[in-house]
């Protein structure tokens, strides 16, 4: 009988300390589980300093950002591209950026305008281009866009309002100061530019 009971006492022995190994393991596993989450949730905690106070940001998913950045991309280079002032320098300075964000579809498309004397008529008429941007159109499937937008000619005595609906494709390229979305646009070309209003300025 004292047997049989230092027998059960030694088995109860067994079931508690193997008992008590395993939650002692799985506690330890918890920890290095919840410790390694918290180390990957504050590696996406980012501190920004606004006038000397820190400002929590989060960090978000690339992927998630990455059809925003297309937009962007594609609006700065339509931007640039087309935002001209009668200064030679300066337009030259606004295409050598606009060409850092497209392959040599941009290039052919400065060289067209170029020799139809189109810049040459904005400096002498002393105008005035800029653009305003309406939608723009991805498919993802097939890294393609369509900008659609304005073309406004400011010129002395005129303003006239061009119709500006182009498409193009994108793919992904190593980030850059010159290309800070890591997007290069690619066979590029102008759809429509028509003259939608030609309207007289008043003169006082």
Do not use: C
Request: glycine share 4%.
């Amino acid at each position: 009988m004292l047997i049989k009971n230092i027998e059960q006492r030694i088995k109860i022995n067994k079931v508690v300390s193997i008992s008590t190994i395993a939650f002692a393991v799985f506690i330890v596993v918890a920890g290095f589980f919840f410790a390694y989450r918290m180390i990957e949730d504050s590696r996406k905690s980012i501190y920004i300093l606004d006038n000397g106070v820190p400002v929590l940001a989060k960090q978000t998913d690339v992927l998630l950002n990455r059809p925003v950045e297309y937009k962007a991309q594609i609006e700065l280079f339509h931007r640039l591209f087309f935002t001209l002032a009668p200064d030679d320098a300066y337009i030259k300075d606004n295409i050598q950026k606009s060409l850092y964000l497209i392959d040599d579809s941009g290039k052919k498309e400065y060289t067209n305008l170029k020799e139809k004397g189109f810049y040459n008529q904005i400096i002498a008429s002393s105008s005035m281009v800029s653009i305003h941007s309406d939608s723009i159109l991805l498919n993802m499937e097939q890294k393609k866009f369509a900008f659609f937008g304005k073309q406004m000619i400011t010129r002395k005595l005129s303003v006239i309002t061009r119709k500006l609906i182009t498409e193009g494709y994108f793919d992904d390229i190593i980030r850059s100061p010159n290309n800070p979305h890591g997007v290069m646009l690619k066979n590029w070309r102008i759809l429509d530019n028509e003259e939608i209003s030609n309207q007289t300025k008043n003169s006082y």
